[in-house]
């Protein structure tokens, strides 16, 4: 059984920056493209970021050059570094296989920003 289990959400004020960390356990995710994604308030969960097995990078363009996502396979963890924040950015974040398993959902990091 796999857990997915995020932290490192909280809250900041715009511009800010934190670090996502999602460490999974239950079997090795580093065959896997993962992504993170996120769901504001009232609002469809939403994907953000995917990293291939491979190590490569994409982003939905609101948060290109701002967030930055990166696996380490040896920790079978993903990170998600968000800088420049903004209260858009505000909502629950969670980490997933690329395309996601509806089994492998966690509870998700609150992230709220500030204006």
């Known amino acids: 059984q796999v857990q997915l289990v995020e932290s490192g959400g909280g809250l900041v004020q715009a511009g800010g920056s934190l670090r996502l960390s999602c460490a999974a356990s239950?079997?090795?995710?580093?065959?896997?493209?993962m992504g993170w994604f996120r769901q504001a308030p009232g609002k469809e969960r939403e994907f953000v970021a995917v990293i291939s097995s491979g190590g490569s990078a994409y982003y939905a363009d609101s948060v290109k050059g701002r967030f930055t996502i990166s696996r380490d396979n040896a920790k079978n963890t993903v990170y998600l570094q968000m800088n420049i924040l903004k209260p858009e950015d505000t909502g629950v974040y969670y980490c997933?296989?690329?395309?996601?398993?509806?089994?492998?959902w966690g509870q998700g990091t609150q992230v709220t920003v500030s204006s």
């Open positions: 997933n296989t690329n395309p996601p398993r509806r089994d492998y």
């Open positions: 239950g079997r090795t995710l580093s065959i896997y493209a």
